[in-house]
């Protein structure tokens, strides 16, 4: 079964310009979350989706970013325009959904980043 | 203002020894702890994970505490071994939103 898969893998571009970022969720995963990780800090929330539905988007750091799932597959995240500061690995990743009544615990998988580097 | 805190950055340890990686927290709304470990160039990798209501959970060589009134956990790896060598996340959950802290490097020397 693939796992979480995330392109690119590494996206080098200049202030001012756009970057759009893709997720493919884990096959049947209706939970996909986008989170970034800045240069030695900790790994931050961006926002959580349920199926195509934003259930979250409460880090979110600006109008600056544009996430949408449509049709509740695979994801984007787009940045325009980047700034210095959006520079660092952004992480996606998905869970099953659990039974009604149950909660998600946190047990998330993980893709392997787009690190993003704005010069 | 970091709700988890992993204030070490860095644990070097010898093969079969034990390694103790500690996490404080400050928000007491988290109700799921988990560990992550992460390999460079890779996405974090779920390890182990504890409920609020738990102090304990052990899975194989990995063992997580709960002291919930310190508002303090650690991951114990015991014996420790080469392939440990990773970066390690402590997280908390709030319903569907994971806090992560900072990680700590552990380096297990052969």
């Known amino acids: 079964e693939a796992g979480v898969t995330q392109f690119p893998s590494h996206s080098v571009i200049e202030k001012g310009q756009t970057v759009t970022l893709r997720c493919d969720p884990i096959?049947?995963?209706?939970?996909l979350y986008w989170y970034r990780r800045v240069m030695g800090k900790e790994i931050k929330f961006l926002l959580h989706?349920?199926?195509?539905?934003?259930?979250?988007e409460s880090g979110m750091p600006n109008n600056r970013f544009l996430a949408e799932r449509t049709g509740g597959t695979y994801s984007t995240l787009k940045v325009q325009p980047a700034e210095l500061e959006d520079s660092g690995v952004y992480f996606c990743?998905?869970?099953?959904?659990?039974?009604?009544?149950?909660?998600?615990?946190?047990?998330?998988?993980f893709g392997e980043g787009s690190r993003l580097t704005v010069l | 203002d970091q709700q988890v805190k992993q204030n070490s950055p860095s644990l070097s340890v010898q093969e079969g020894r034990i390694s103790i990686l500690n996490c404080d927290y400050t928000?007491?709304?988290?109700?799921?702890f988990l560990w992550y470990k992460k390999y460079p160039a890779e996405g974090p990798t779920f390890l182990i994970s504890?409920?609020?209501?738990?102090d304990k959970n052990e899975d194989g060589r990995f063992t997580v505490f709960l002291n919930k009134s310190a508002k303090h956990l650690s991951l114990h790896i015991v014996p420790s071994q080469p392939g440990d060598s990773a970066v390690y996340f402590c997280?908390?959950?709030?319903?569907?939103?994971?806090?992560f802290g900072k990680g700590i490097t552990l380096s297990v020397r052969p």
């Open positions: 928000n007491s709304m988290f109700d799921y």
């Open positions: 989706f349920v199926k195509e539905s934003k259930q979250d």
């Open positions: 096959s049947g995963h209706d939970n």
């Open positions: 990743a998905s869970s099953q959904d659990k039974l009604a009544g149950e909660r998600n615990t946190g047990e998330l998988f």
């Open positions: 997280a908390a959950s709030e319903w569907d939103k994971l806090t």
């Open positions: 504890i409920s609020s209501i738990k």
